[in-house]
């Protein structure tokens, strides 16, 4: 389900988008500790996003959170995704902190990505 949400994300970020956050950040993954998965993102030159199930080399950047948290915040059932930053229930590794603003464009179109792909996956939103 992740790996459709990332391909759904590609479909809706602008290329200049990916290529901005590529400038910074050529590879980036999502760390859920609560399912013990990884998923990976390369962005590239071109714009495009791939999805990888896994790196040879560490990620420029990773988010580590649970998917229960990311489910929570993709049905609205999380009123503050900044508090989630703040109180470290997100966290962000390997980006330059200065950095982090590239970021915000691809929080609410994958949150949308994700409610399509479960929705599509599992017919219901919970």
Do not use: K
């Amino acid at each position: 389900m992740v790996q459709r949400a990332f391909d759904l994300l590609g479909e809706q970020l602008p290329p200049a988008t990916v290529r901005e956050i590529a400038l910074v950040c050529r590879s980036l993954c999502w760390e859920f500790p609560d399912y013990g998965q990884r998923a990976c993102l390369i962005l590239s030159d071109d714009g495009s996003l791939a999805y990888v199930g896994s790196l040879a080399t560490p990620p420029d950047g990773t988010f580590r959170m649970d998917a229960a948290l990311l489910h929570q915040a993709a049905f609205g059932d999380v009123s503050d995704i900044a508090l989630a930053f703040i109180t470290g229930r997100i966290l962000v590794t390997g980006a330059p902190a200065e950095e982090l603003g590239l970021f915000l464009p691809l929080l609410e179109p994958f949150l949308a990505s994700y409610r399509r792909a479960y929705l599509e996956y599992c017919g219901t939103q919970h």
